[in-house]
């Protein structure tokens, strides 16, 4: 047995060790790059090296950005404003409250992008609605879980920002392009199913549809729509970068909130830094200690082998899609996202590149493929969110959760399959050659 295989042996074995040991995922990585490294005399110093160069990088300041302002926002009135607004645009079709919690987490994505803050925001008041108008609990929650997957497609997302950071090269803008159509794909897919368990269900329909309740909602949810202006359009038209354009929304949102609205306190303030900050040191350490874990996959030239293998089973791009989506899946329902971003891409792009998919549309799918991971045990982080802020076991929202998740793979094979639905926006405005 040549060195090379007993490496790979020593880093997934001590990896996997260690998970069955109960370590943190991001200890678990580190500690097994590091017995690796000392098994085959690799300096340390050149793995650090790696680690600070990944971390060094301008663009990662966004995702701490974007993580306060979606903190900001679930102080004031945001939250409120933008359930409104979906309830006035969609509130009067059948099934109209499911569409709204379907509408209303479409706008949130595009403001806060995150899963976990769109539950915990508008959670709360949308099941409230749906169960008050005879909705059952468990669908509303179930709708809640799978609707906020959009945040994370939907620019601004900050695992997009680290997606692009990790695969080198890819334009974050056109990666944000690229996100809309899908995150309206997969709004699109939750609504149809939405319409068809209403119609079964007999759900009830809002007041009809007025211009005047329309512009009402709209001039409330102006602030709202304001920041993800910001966000967007100052990546998009060039005024800003990333980074730039989180931190002014993030400013934004805290002088509408605390000096316009007055909404917050205080206390509100410091909690919100708190959990931020918090949330921003697990993710870093998981990310130094992830990427650690690609540059000795990377060194051991496991991508390689990988690709060999994966073109030995089949040459048919097809079923070579189906298998990287399925290897995915499965990873997502048991890994960190931020740990299989690092950890897989390097594998995995030089795969679908080979395969003639672009870099964008690799990074949709994965993102979706992730996301769906967030909705399943033993691991979905807003699969717990969604138990807490509904006061429903994990077994019922499971259940109520599984033919939702149907129709979101629908739409990630639509996304796989059928690329201008990631490359059509970023190839007319110039970002995709």
């Not at 404003?81 to 009067?92: M, S």
């Not at 989180?246 to 206390?267: L, M, N, Q």
């Given at each position: 047995m040549s060195s090379l295989t007993i490496s790979i042996i020593i880093l997934a074995g001590s990896f996997i060790l260690m998970l069955i040991m109960g370590v943190e995922i991001s200890?678990?990585?580190?500690?097994?790059?590091?017995?690796?490294?000392?098994?085959m005399g690799i300096n340390l110093l050149v793995v650090f090296q790696s680690i600070f160069y990944k971390m060094a990088n301008y663009s990662l300041l966004a995702v701490p950005c974007f993580m306060?302002?979606?903190?900001?926002?679930?102080?004031?009135?945001?939250?409120?404003?933008?359930?409104?607004?979906?309830?006035?645009?969609?509130?009067?079709?059948?099934?109209?409250?499911?569409?709204?919690n379907v509408v209303d987490s479409m706008f949130f994505g595009g403001v806060s992008g995150s899963s976990v803050a769109d539950v915990s925001s508008l959670g709360p008041i949308v099941i409230k609605l749906m169960k008050e108008a005879g909705y059952e609990e468990d669908f509303s929650v179930a709708l809640t879980c799978t609707s906020s997957i959009q945040g994370i497609i939907i620019p601004p997302s900050h695992n997009l920002v680290i997606y692009a950071v990790t695969a080198g090269g890819v334009s974050i803008a056109a990666l944000y392009l690229g996100g809309y159509l899908s995150g309206i794909l997969l709004g699109l897919c939750l609504s149809v199913y939405c319409f068809i368990v209403s119609k079964k269900r007999h759900y009830p329909v809002s007041e009809p549809f007025s211009w005047n309740n329309f512009v009402r909602a709209l001039w409330k949810a102006l602030p709202t729509i304001g920041c993800m202006v910001i966000v967007v359009g100052g990546v998009l038209f060039g005024w800003m970068t990333?980074?730039?354009?989180?931190?002014?929304?993030?400013?934004?949102?805290?002088?509408?909130?605390?000096?316009?609205?007055?909404?917050?306190?205080?206390?509100?303030?410091?909690?919100?830094?708190?959990?931020?900050?918090?949330?921003?040191?697990?993710?870093?350490?998981?990310?130094a200690c992830a990427t650690a874990f690609s540059w000795v996959i990377t060194y051991l030239r496991i991508p390689q082998m990988v690709t060999a293998?994966?073109?030995?089973?089949?040459?048919?791009?097809?079923?070579?899609?189906?298998?990287?989506?399925?290897?995915?899946?499965?990873?997502?329902?048991?890994?960190?996202?931020?740990?299989?971003?690092?950890?897989?891409?390097?594998?995995?792009?030089?795969?679908?590149?080979?395969?003639?998919?672009?870099?964008?549309?690799?990074?949709?799918?994965?993102?979706?493929?992730?996301?769906?991971?967030?909705?399943?045990?033993?691991?979905?982080?807003?699969l717990f969110v969604g138990c807490s802020v509904g006061n429903i076991s994990i077994e019922r929202l499971t259940k109520a959760l599984l033919p939702q998740i149907v129709f979101m793979v629908i739409a990630l094979l639509i996304i796989t399959f059928w690329p201008p639905i990631t490359t059509w926006l970023p190839t007319l405005a110039g970002y995709i050659v």
């Open positions: 200890y678990a990585l580190g500690l097994s790059a590091v017995i690796t490294c000392s098994f306060l302002m979606g903190e900001f926002m679930s102080i004031g009135s945001m939250s409120k404003n933008i359930v409104g607004l979906a309830n006035v645009l969609v509130g009067w079709m059948p099934g109209g409250l499911a569409m709204v990333a980074t730039e354009s989180a931190a002014a929304a993030c400013i934004y949102c805290f002088i509408f909130t605390f000096v316009i609205e007055r909404a917050g306190t205080r206390k509100d303030l410091l909690q919100a830094f708190t959990q931020t900050i918090k949330t921003i040191g697990s993710v870093l350490i998981l990310a293998g994966l073109f030995s089973i089949t040459t048919n791009k097809f079923l070579m899609l189906i298998i990287i989506n399925v290897i995915l899946l499965i990873m997502g329902c048991f890994m960190n996202m931020v740990s299989i971003i690092y950890i897989m891409v390097p594998i995995l792009l030089p795969v679908v590149q080979t395969l003639g998919m672009h870099p964008v549309t690799f990074g949709i799918m994965l993102i979706l493929n992730l996301g769906i991971g967030l909705l399943t045990p033993p691991v979905g982080q807003v």
